[in-house]
């Protein structure tokens, strides 16, 4: 009896204290430490006649020659990761109107969407009703419009490399594929079965309701000089062939998580084949949290479950020091960089 009793209060305290360490790797955050030094270097003062870019967190960004203004993603809620684990989410409509007031855009031409996971698609429709501007993205992304009544005629489906002209921008997406999660359930989950979203979506939903909808890159033609985003660390085989760009703006979510083949081929696939000279990496940071404070790593228990953010770095600067002209870069976010 009394065996019983201590192995009954030792299971008890393993299963307080197992709670207590889960809530606080919900709670607290990766910090990014040493590579905060990737922000140096960065041209915070441009000219009215240069390529602006804004950076919102994950791939939201914002990018101007002052005549044309696109956004891609248009992604500012963000969400306790409870909920994104365990519950339902749907855009945060106050906090999408904090950020695009703080914008302070004179009009937005388009919003652009990579894919349809919801840390890029979910409020794009709020956006694109708040200013006024075509939502444009899959089939899957018109049906998250459809689901929070964005009028048809706000929504367009771009195909893969047609170009979109907008001003003096050429946009052309170009079907790539998504991050190959290396966590076998997260992969299940986020990549498994039909990725398509078939039905208007209307949230709240799991965040897993977001299918991803085919991953896009976007090919930024301009006067002013070319660039590339790739929001999602995968690549396609060929797809880039024949194109040049000097920058590329890099997503690298959960690339530490991957084998040290995988991040090596990313960088031969994304940076060494359009012959790349600087790269700005994006989509580091967390979607929990408030788009209203400062921006941060992902939780300690999604950094250890999917991303590996400090592995992620590590494994940028190696393949920085193997390309000694590369210039690598972080976007501060919210300040108008030369691109
Ligand atoms: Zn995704």
């Known amino acids: 009896m009394r065996l019983l009793k201590i192995i009954l209060s030792t299971l008890l305290i393993l299963a ?5 360490l889960f809530y606080y790797s919900l709670n607290n955050h990766v910090s990014i430490g040493e590579y905060e030094k990737l922000y140096e270097g ?15 967190g994950v791939s939201t960004l914002i990018i101007s020659d002052d005549s044309t203004t696109i956004m891609t993603d248009g992604f500012f809620s963000r969400f306790p990761s409870w909920d994104m684990l365990f519950g339902e989410i749907e855009p945060q409509k106050e906090d999408i109107k904090w950020a695009v007031d703080k914008l302070a855009m004179d009009k937005l031409d388009a919003v652009l969407v990579v894919h ?38 706000q929504i367009k489906i771009f195909q893969d490399r047609q170009p979109m002209q907008f001003g003096k921008f050429k946009i052309t997406p170009i079907l790539s594929n998504h991050f190959v999660f290396a966590n076998a359930a997260v992969k299940e989950q986020a990549l498994g079965g039909n990725q398509e979203i078939t039905a208007p979506l209307v949230p709240p939903v799991s965040a897993l309701e977001y299918k991803m909808g085919g991953a896009y890159s976007f090919l930024f033609e301009h006067p002013r000089g ?7 660390a ?38 060494d084949a359009v012959n790349a000279k600087h790269i700005y990496l994006i989509h580091w940071d967390a979607f929990a949290g408030s788009i209203r404070q400062p921006i941060q790593g992902p939780s300690l228990f999604l950094d250890w479950y999917a991303s590996s953010t400090i592995k992620g770095f590590e494994a940028v600067e190696r393949e920085a020091a193997k390309r000694p002209n590369l210039k690598v ?3 501060p976010q919210w300040e108008k960089v030369k691109l």
């Open 16 to 20: 307080v204290l197992a709670a207590g």
């Open 42 to 56: 960065v041209d915070t003062n441009p000219n009215n006649s240069d390529i602006k870019i804004q950076f919102a």
């Open 116 to 153: 349809s996971h919801f840390d890029h698609a979910m409020d794009a429709p709020e956006v694109a009703k708040l200013t006024g501007a075509p939502m444009y993205g899959s089939e899957s992304t018109a049906n998250i419009g459809r689901g929070w009544d964005l009028p048809e005629n």
């Open 226 to 232: 070319n660039f590339l985003l790739q929001s999602s």
């Open 234 to 271: 995968g690549w396609k085989a060929g797809s880039l062939d024949g194109i040049k760009v000097d920058k590329v703006i890099l997503g690298i979510g959960g690339l530490g998580s991957q084998t040290l083949d995988y991040q090596t081929t990313y960088f031969k696939e994304l940076v």
């Open 329 to 331: 870069n972080l976007l």
